[in-house]
């Protein structure tokens, strides 16, 4: 599972990581129980500090993604809540993406075939 | 002793001369994850691209062999000088040179490389690359025990030595017992393979390369580059206790610099002989997974002529060198900034040292009597002895026929300044030129016992008449 950091990106650092790893949760490259990395140890990797990685991961663990405990650290949970719904704020954010590939005239088609693609099955 | 040590430097140059000429300046680029200090990427192996590097990498090849023959013909002409202090001298100003020569065609090889790089277009990036979430922190090829065992092997002559110095144990008749010489030098190198397992946790910790979206691929490459690195540390460690447990042997039974040069020389050839496994393993690692590497992490803006790093944006201090064997420190890391000046330092320390030796040497040294004192004055008044102090004082013909073992100060060809044991006697004051013989033996009210002479036989005559008056 990799991870990139665009800092030229609008989207905070922290954001972006929570948004990675919850993509590789999706995507099935994290799976459940799947161990991840010590704060420490990713922020150095990263070239980051470790409050951004903690910010991330406190996100994950509020949203319900991951568990933390102090002997394992952080882990992918294993029952992950299903809400059955798309956020308010998710719910924007595809209206917006939607509008502006409709506006630079992508057809219909690709932007279901691309959810297909991300939604898997 | 000039002569082998003069070999062992020779040895040495050699070494690092032909190491420098087949593995920084290699003919078959296309296999290597470097080139000239620049990440070698598909983009260079198309034909018009791979053309001009193989231009440059011949070029830069062909300027390194002229380099290191040049620099083989001064280093054999450098066998030809006599004494210890002005073949130290030069050697050292020469190691110097050598290191700075043998990276020129490097770093006119980078910075062709790097023009290149910029005619491809590819943009310049900041070191800043995908982080592999199932490698962080986690692949680690040093098992602890493997470096802790042969330390604790190695405290064995240590604390043998330790007792012998202060005469717990002896093995026979020893003139060195109680002197603390084996001891000093045999924790140094215990202390060397101390350091040496502290470098093998630092590169078992450094970060971990990211070459493929395949996380497997990424985390045998860097365990396979871990544990040869791993492999290096604990091989340099077990040189090192080798060497300790042989050395206090030959220093329990035998004293003999030219034993412990020898001993020394032997050592060297293992340390060579691991870096050169290292090598091999490291280039069969590379070829291996240059296939397989896909992504390429560009922090080559950030490597100084291909060879110092500078990235303020990695957090890491240690760095995988890219000119040569094992680690480097990132420059912009505070760490790395203080280890910068600490490297500057030791290099115009190294000098002053030389100096100061050179002034030594070429000072000659002077005894006399003044004011009621004997004193010993070469730069300074080393030793004032009054006169009145003088227990006994005896007249000696001939130095060399003692046996004199420097424990404190200098022991040049020309010069036995500071403390000595002399004939099995710790703690004695030494103020002589060997090469003249005559010497007075002078024992003081506070048991203290000297051994002075002048820089000529009649000086140190006349200052005895003058003790006996």
């Given at each position: 599972?990799?991870?990139?950091?665009?800092?030229?990106?609008?989207?905070?650092?922290?954001q972006q990581?929570?948004?990675?790893?919850?993509?590789?949760?999706?995507?099935?490259?994290?799976?459940?129980?799947?161990q991840?990395?010590?704060?420490?140890?990713?922020a150095?990797?990263?070239?980051?500090?470790?409050?951004?990685?903690?910010?991330?991961?406190?996100?994950l663990?509020?949203?319900?993604?991951?568990?933390?405990?102090?002997?394992?650290g952080?882990?992918?949970?294993?029952?992950?809540?299903?809400?059955?719904?798309?956020?308010?704020?998710?719910?924007?954010?595809l209206?917006?993406?939607?509008?502006?590939?409709?506006?630079?005239?992508?057809?219909?088609?690709?932007?279901?075939?691309?959810?297909n693609?991300?939604?898997?099955? | 002793?000039?002569?082998?040590f003069?070999?062992?430097?020779?040895?040495?140059?050699?070494?690092?001369?032909?190491?420098?000429?087949?593995?920084?300046?290699?003919?078959?680029?296309?296999?290597?994850?470097?080139?000239?200090?620049?990440?070698?990427r598909?983009e260079?192996?198309?034909?018009?691209?791979?053309?001009?590097?193989?231009?440059?990498?011949?070029?830069a090849?062909?300027?390194?062999?002229?380099?290191t023959?040049?620099?083989?013909v001064?280093?054999?002409?450098?066998?030809?000088?006599?004494?210890?202090?002005?073949?130290?001298?030069?050697?050292?100003?020469?190691?110097?040179?050598?290191?700075?020569?043998?990276?020129?065609?490097?770093?006119?090889?980078?910075?062709?490389?790097?023009?290149?790089?910029?005619?491809?277009?590819?943009?310049?990036?900041?070191?800043?690359?995908?982080?592999?979430?199932?490698?962080?922190?986690?692949?680690?090829?040093?098992?602890p025990?493997?470096?802790?065992?042969?330390?604790i092997?190695?405290?064995?002559?240590?604390?043998?030595?330790?007792l012998?110095?202060l005469?717990?144990?002896?093995?026979?008749e020893?003139?060195?017992?109680?002197?603390?010489?084996?001891?000093?030098?045999?924790?140094?190198?215990?202390?060397?393979?101390?350091?040496?397992?502290?470098?093998a946790?630092?590169?078992?910790?450094?970060?971990?390369?990211?070459?493929?979206?395949d996380?497997?691929?990424?985390?045998?490459?860097?365990?396979?580059?871990?544990?040869?690195?791993?492999?290096?540390?604990?091989?340099?460690?077990?040189?090192?206790?080798?060497?300790?447990?042989?050395?206090s042997?030959?220093?329990?039974?035998?004293?003999?610099?030219?034993?412990?040069?020898?001993?020394?020389?032997?050592?060297?050839?293992l340390?060579?002989?691991?870096?050169?496994?290292?090598?091999?393993?490291?280039?069969?690692?590379?070829?291996?997974?240059?296939?397989?590497?896909e992504?390429?992490t560009?922090?080559?803006?950030?490597?100084?002529?291909?060879?110092?790093y500078?990235?303020?944006?990695d957090?890491?201090?240690?760095?995988?060198?890219?000119?040569?064997?094992?680690?480097?420190?990132?420059?912009?890391?505070?760490?790395?900034?203080?280890?910068?000046?600490?490297?500057i330092?030791?290099?115009?320390f190294?000098?002053?040292?030389?100096?100061?030796v050179?002034?030594?040497?070429?000072?000659?040294?002077?005894?006399?009597?003044?004011?009621?004192k004997?004193?010993?004055?070469?730069?300074?008044?080393?030793?004032a002895?009054?006169?009145?102090?003088?227990?006994?004082?005896?007249?000696?013909?001939?130095?060399?026929?003692?046996?004199?073992?420097?424990?404190?100060?200098?022991?040049?060809?020309?010069?036995l300044?500071?403390?000595?044991?002399?004939?099995?006697?710790?703690?004695?004051?030494?103020?002589?030129n060997?090469?003249?013989k005559e010497?007075?033996?002078?024992?003081?009210k506070?048991?203290?016992?000297?051994?002075?002479?002048?820089?000529t036989?009649?000086?140190?005559?006349?200052?005895?008449?003058?003790?006996?008056?």
């Amino acid at each position: 599972m990799i991870i990139r950091i665009d800092e030229l990106s609008d989207v905070p650092i922290y954001q972006q990581i929570r948004n990675q790893i919850v993509m590789g949760i999706s995507s099935g490259e994290l799976e459940a129980g799947d161990q991840l990395p010590t704060v420490r140890a990713l922020a150095l990797d990263m070239g980051i500090n470790t409050m951004t990685v903690s910010k991330a991961y406190q996100l994950l663990k509020t949203e319900g993604y991951i568990m933390t405990d102090r002997k394992n650290g952080a882990r992918i949970r294993t029952e992950i809540e299903k809400q059955g719904r798309i956020s308010s704020g998710n719910r924007s954010e595809l209206k917006r993406i939607v509008s502006e590939a409709r506006i630079s005239g992508v057809p219909k088609d690709e932007i279901i075939n691309l959810v297909n693609e991300y939604y898997g099955g | 002793m000039s002569a082998v040590f003069g070999w062992i430097m020779f040895l040495c140059v050699a070494s690092v001369l032909l190491f420098n000429l087949f593995y920084m300046y290699p003919r078959k680029w296309k296999d290597r994850k470097i080139v000239l200090g620049v990440k070698n990427r598909k983009e260079f192996k198309e034909p018009g691209a791979a053309l001009q590097i193989e231009k440059i990498v011949g070029k830069a090849h062909k300027q390194a062999l002229i380099i290191t023959g040049v620099c083989f013909v001064i280093a054999a002409s450098l066998l030809l000088l006599r004494g210890l202090i002005m073949q130290t001298f030069f050697w050292m100003i020469f190691i110097y040179i050598v290191i700075f020569a043998s990276m020129i065609p490097y770093m006119i090889g980078h910075s062709a490389v790097m023009n290149i790089k910029k005619s491809l277009g590819i943009a310049g990036g900041d070191g800043t690359g995908p982080v592999d979430l199932k490698l962080s922190g986690r692949i680690h090829a040093l098992k602890p025990i493997n470096v802790i065992i042969p330390n604790i092997v190695g405290l064995i002559p240590v604390i043998v030595s330790l007792l012998f110095d202060l005469k717990l144990i002896s093995f026979g008749e020893s003139r060195i017992a109680g002197s603390f010489i084996s001891t000093i030098i045999i924790a140094t190198f215990w202390l060397m393979g101390l350091f040496i397992t502290l470098f093998a946790f630092v590169f078992d910790n450094m970060k971990n390369e990211v070459i493929s979206s395949d996380s497997d691929v990424n985390a045998n490459y860097n365990r396979a580059k871990k544990k040869n690195s791993a492999d290096l540390c604990i091989r340099f460690i077990w040189a090192n206790v080798i060497y300790t447990v042989i050395t206090s042997v030959g220093l329990f039974f035998r004293y003999s610099e030219l034993l412990m040069i020898m001993g020394l020389f032997v050592y060297m050839i293992l340390m060579f002989a691991a870096v050169f496994v290292f090598i091999h393993f490291n280039k069969k690692i590379e070829a291996r997974y240059i296939k397989e590497t896909e992504i390429v992490t560009d922090d080559d803006e950030c490597w100084i002529a291909g060879m110092f790093y500078y990235n303020p944006k990695d957090r890491r201090m240690n760095v995988e060198k890219r000119a040569g064997v094992g680690s480097t420190v990132n420059f912009a890391h505070p760490g790395g900034k203080a280890v910068g000046i600490v490297g500057i330092g030791s290099i115009v320390f190294t000098f002053l040292v030389l100096v100061w030796v050179g002034l030594l040497e070429s000072t000659p040294i002077s005894l006399r009597v003044l004011d009621s004192k004997v004193i010993c004055h070469q730069l300074r008044d080393d030793y004032a002895i009054r006169l009145n102090d003088i227990v006994s004082a005896e007249y000696g013909d001939n130095i060399m026929d003692h046996t004199v073992i420097r424990i404190a100060g200098t022991g040049m060809e020309t010069l036995l300044k500071g403390r000595f044991s002399v004939d099995g006697v710790n703690g004695c004051r030494c103020f002589l030129n060997p090469q003249t013989k005559e010497f007075i033996k002078i024992v003081t009210k506070d048991g203290l016992i000297y051994y002075v002479g002048g820089e000529t036989a009649e000086e140190t005559r006349s200052v005895m008449n003058a003790i006996e008056k």
